[in-house]
C-alpha cells in the first residue's frame, strides 16, 4: 500500500461515506461530525491506497491542546469504533502509519480478529428481546432485594412530570452535570458543548431524538439525552440533582428502559464507564479496545 494523509473535510467527508454502512448511530458522518472542533482539532485521516485506489483508512484528528491523534468524534462517539478498510487481514500496515501519541479508544471488540488491540472499558446494554420487551420481565429477572428496593425508592420519590424533547432543557443538563462531576464534567470544554447542542438538534430535526426530562416543584431535576436508530436506543447522556433528590438517576434509567421498549427497539445501549452503578441493573456488558502508539 501507498499512504496519504487526508486533512480536506470535504474529501474525509467522501471518504467516510464510501466506506460506512451507517448501521450504527455514529457510523452516520453528519452525527459524527457535530464533535469535531474546527477551532481545536485538525483532521488527519490516514489513508491507504493500492493502484490508485483507497484500501481503508484511518480517520483521525490531532487535538490541538493535548498534541494527540484520536479518532474522529473524541469521547463522546466511541463506542464501537471500527476500522474501515476492504481487507481488514491488512490492518496493522495502516495502524503502523498512524502518528507517535496515537490514542484510539472504544474499539469495537469484533477489531480482535484482525489486531491484538488492548483491553479498555466495558461497554453496557440490554437486548432487551430477551424479556419479551417487557419492562416487568426485565425487573424480574434482578436479584429479589434489588427488585424489591428498586420499586420501593421509585414509589418513594415526590410527584414528577415528564416531558420530551425540550432542546431548551439542555442548559440544565450542563449545570448538572458540572454539579455531578465538578473539574471533570466534560461540559467545562465549550466544544463539547456546542457539539453536543448541534447534534441533539440535528436529531430532533431527523426525528430520532428521545430527550426526557423530569420535573419536580416546577424545577428541571433531570435531563437524559437519548436517540433511536435502527433497532438501537441509546441513552447517550444524562444528569439528576440526585444531591437533592435520592434515586433521581434510578427513574432516569427506569423510564429510558421503558421508552426504549415503547419505541420497539432490540437493544438499549448505556455506553462505557461508571460499572459500579450498570452492574447493579444487571446489564450484558462487552470489552472495548484501544489503540496507542
Known amino acids: 500500500m501507498d499512504f496519504k494523509i487526508c486533512k480536506n473535510i470535504e474529501e474525509c467527508e467522501a471518504l467516510w461515506k ?5 448501521e450504527r448511530l455514529f457510523d452516520v458522518w453528519d452525527y459524527r461530525i457535530c ?12 489513508v491507504g491506497y493500492d493502484n490508485g485506489k483507497v484500501e481503508g483508512f484511518i480517520p483521525l484528528v490531532f487535538v490541538k491542546s493535548k498534541s494527540q491523534y484520536i479518532y474522529l468524534g473524541g469521547w463522546f462517539t466511541a463506542e464501537k469504533n471500527s476500522f474501515y478498510m476492504k481487507d481488514k487481514a491488512r490492518l496493522a500496515r495502516l495502524l503502523e502509519q498512524c502518528p507517535n501519541n496515537t490514542v484510539l479508544e472504544g474499539l469495537d471488540p469484533a477489531e480482535r ?4 488491540f488492548q483491553d479498555d472499558e466495558y461497554t453496557h446494554y440490554l437486548d432487551l428481546s430477551k424479556y419479551n420487551h417487557s419492562f416487568e420481565s426485565y425487573l424480574s429477572s434482578l436479584d429479589k432485594k434489588r427488585q424489591k428496593n428498586l420499586r420501593w425508592e421509585l414509589k418513594n420519590l415526590p410527584e414528577y412530570g415528564i416531558y ?14 458540572i454539579k455531578r462531576y465538578e473539574e471533570d464534567s466534560k461540559f467545562h470544554d465549550k466544544a463539547v458543548s456546542r457539539g453536543m447542542l448541534k447534534f441533539i438538534k440535528l436529531a430532533r430535526k431527523n426525528g430520532i431524538l428521545d430527550m426526557i426530562s423530569v420535573e419536580i416543584n416546577n424545577k428541571v431535576e433531570a435531563v437524559d439525552i437519548c436517540v433511536i436508530f435502527k433497532g438501537r436506543y441509546y441513552a447517550l447522556m444524562g444528569a439528576s440533582n440526585y444531591q437533592k433528590i435520592p434515586n433521581l438517576g434510578k427513574l432516569m434509567t427506569t423510564l429510558d428502559i421503558k421508552s426504549a421498549i415503547a419505541k420497539k427497539a432490540r437493544f438499549i445501549e448505556f455506553g462505557a464507564t461508571a460499572d459500579h452503578w450498570k452492574n447493579m441493573w444487571g446489564f450484558d456488558k462487552d470489552m472495548l479496545l484501544k489503540f496507542v502508539k
Open 18 to 22: 464510501s466506506f460506512s454502512k451507517d
Open 35 to 46: 464533535f469535531f472542533d474546527m477551532d481545536g482539532q485538525e483532521l488527519h485521516f490516514v
Open 113 to 116: 480478529r484482525h489486531y491484538d
Open 164 to 177: 420530551s424533547n425540550r432542546i431548551e432543557d439542555f442548559k440544565r443538563l450542563e449545570e448538572l452535570n
